[in-house]
């Protein structure tokens, strides 16, 4: 099954510019009751409450939509004295209700939106709302536990394939030799760091000696826009055999067409 954090069209319009969040320590649950509710329904109502918008940083829809509120890096404004280091998902639903079950796409979607966010901050807590501030939220009902043993329902993995032009453009400069090994590995956010490395001249660097370790390309193709996470892909490179080899490929190339990658032969 294919996640995706999505965007509001039109965009949230908020009344006062948001500050980007210099700690993060905890995760933090909420549900809302309006089962009908709209990401822009809920920001509006926030904005008549005198906030700036949308107090959430993400929303769980009951069919497993993902959408976002104020962004995961932002300061929100969902539990008091803990919105400058949390993140704040709100899931639909009335979890007060005892004959209220989380929906397994909306359990999924919250397990793999969590799963996301550990990828990014590091494997930070799991808080009901109640947990750190008084308050009946997220309900008696939801899922905590479950939540927190962080397992699909129903042997659920997520899918995060590779677009067959992206395949195509790491043949054509040189970073990889043969598509077949690469169909198979299951990364996020790989394809969009083989999207971003595809454009031309997001790097016009000169290392005369090439790059070698898995540090330095890292480095460079953070610095290049390329990627904007290096210690996720640092991370997976000892999980998924030849993505450091991937990775340093990438970066050579992206230096210079004389650094085309001839003597590193990956799948």
Same mark, same amino acid.
């Given at each position: 099954?294919?996640?995706?954090?999505?965007k509001?069209?039109? +965009?949230?319009?908020f009344?006062?510019?948001?500050?980007k969040?210099?700690?993060?320590?905890?995760?933090?649950?909420?549900?809302?009751?309006?089962?009908?509710a709209?990401?822009?329904?809920?920001?509006? *109502?926030?904005?008549?409450?005198?906030?700036?918008?949308?107090?959430? &940083?993400?929303?769980?829809?009951?069919?497993?939509?993902i959408?976002?509120?104020?962004?995961?890096?932002?300061?929100?404004?969902?539990? +008091?004295?803990? &919105?400058? &280091?949390?993140? =704040?998902?709100?899931?639909?639903?009335?979890?007060?209700?005892?004959?209220?079950?989380?929906?397994?796409?909306?359990?999924?979607?919250?397990? *793999?939106?969590?799963?996301?966010?550990?990828?990014?901050?590091?494997?930070?807590?799991?808080?009901?709302?109640g947990?750190?501030?008084?308050?009946?939220?997220p309900?008696?009902?939801?899922?905590?536990?479950?939540?927190?043993?962080?397992a699909?329902?129903?042997?659920?993995?997520?899918?995060?394939?590779?677009?067959?032009?992206?395949? /195509? +453009?790491?043949?054509?400069?040189?970073?990889?030799?043969?598509?077949?090994?690469?169909?198979?590995?299951?990364?996020?956010?790989?394809?969009?760091?083989?999207?971003?490395?595809? /454009?031309?001249n997001?790097?016009?660097?000169?290392i005369?000696? =090439?790059? &070698?370790?898995?540090?330095?390309?890292?480095?460079?193709?953070?610095?290049? =826009?390329?990627?904007?996470?290096?210690?996720? *892909?640092?991370?997976?490179?000892?999980?998924?055999?030849?993505?450091? /080899?991937?990775?340093?490929?990438?970066?050579?190339?992206?230096?210079s067409?004389?650094?085309?990658?001839?003597?590193?032969?990956?799948?």
């Open positions: 099954m294919n996640f995706e954090i999505r509001s069209d039109p +965009a949230l319009r009344t006062q510019a948001l500050q969040r210099r700690q993060t320590v905890r995760i933090i649950l909420h549900h809302y009751h309006h089962e009908k709209t990401p822009h329904d809920v920001h509006h *109502w926030h904005r008549i409450r005198g906030w700036k918008g949308i107090g959430y &940083n993400v929303m769980v829809e009951m069919d497993g939509s959408w976002e509120g104020r962004g995961l890096d932002k300061v929100g404004t969902h539990t +008091a004295n803990n &919105n400058n &280091n949390s993140i =704040g998902i709100a899931c639909q639903g009335r979890y007060d209700d005892r004959t209220r079950k989380m929906p397994d796409a909306q359990f999924n979607s919250l397990i *793999w939106l969590i799963k996301h966010i550990h990828s990014i901050y590091g494997e930070i807590p799991i808080f009901g709302h947990e750190v501030s008084p308050s009946a939220c309900g008696r009902f939801f899922p905590l536990d479950e939540v927190r043993q962080l699909f329902r129903g042997n659920l993995t997520a899918s995060f394939p590779i677009s067959e032009a992206n395949l /195509q +453009a790491m043949i054509d400069l040189g970073v990889i030799n043969s598509p077949d090994y690469w169909r198979t590995v299951n990364v996020q956010w790989l394809d969009q760091l083989l999207t971003n490395a595809a /454009q031309p997001r790097l016009n660097r000169l005369q000696n =090439g790059i &070698n370790d898995i540090h330095t390309a890292l480095n460079v193709l953070e610095i290049a =826009g390329i990627m904007s996470n290096p210690d996720y *892909w640092y991370r997976q490179h000892s999980k998924v055999e030849h993505l450091g /080899q991937l990775i340093i490929n990438m970066a050579n190339r992206s230096l067409p004389q650094h085309r990658i001839v003597h590193a032969d990956i799948s």
